[in-house]
């Protein structure tokens, strides 16, 4: 073991380390006060960058999103059957007694089920961050 000590080293019971942090002073909150306060000062200075969406980046990222709808309809309509199909197969794993494989399939189809279900939403951020370029 390249990090263990083979010394048991000791620091102290839990009420000395518990009775340490009484004895802080009352000024251990002003600086973390004027940098807090600050921060909405810095934030406002900050310079925005904005793209200007013209028409033609809509109209683009509109075919984007239309030109996939079937596909990501289709797949969403798979989804459902085949969830039912793992969290069955999972529920079978379970009664047989092999609970570690069965909580595996059911964590794995619910993460599917879910990212797919989102598929649509991640597809209209990905053409809106892509559409100021």
Do not use: C, H
Not at 20 to 28: L, M, P
Not at 51 to 77: H, N, R, W, Y
């Amino acid at each position: 073991m390249l990090f263990a000590s083979q010394k048991i080293q000791t620091v102290g019971t839990v009420r000395e380390f518990l009775a340490s942090n009484e004895k802080k002073t009352n000024q251990d909150w002003v600086p973390l006060a004027a940098a807090g306060s600050s921060l909405p000062l810095i934030l406002n200075t900050m310079p925005t960058f904005s793209f200007a969406a013209t028409s033609e980046t809509v109209d683009v990222s509109q075919k984007v999103i239309s030109a996939f709808m079937p596909l990501t309809d289709l797949v969403k309509g798979l989804s459902y059957p085949l969830a039912f199909l793992a969290f069955s197969a999972s529920g079978i794993y379970w009664l047989i007694g092999n609970r570690p494989k069965a909580v595996e399939m059911m964590q794995g189809a619910t993460i599917g089920y879910v990212i797919v279900q989102l598929s649509p939403m991640l597809m209209r951020l990905l053409v809106s961050i892509t559409a100021g370029f």
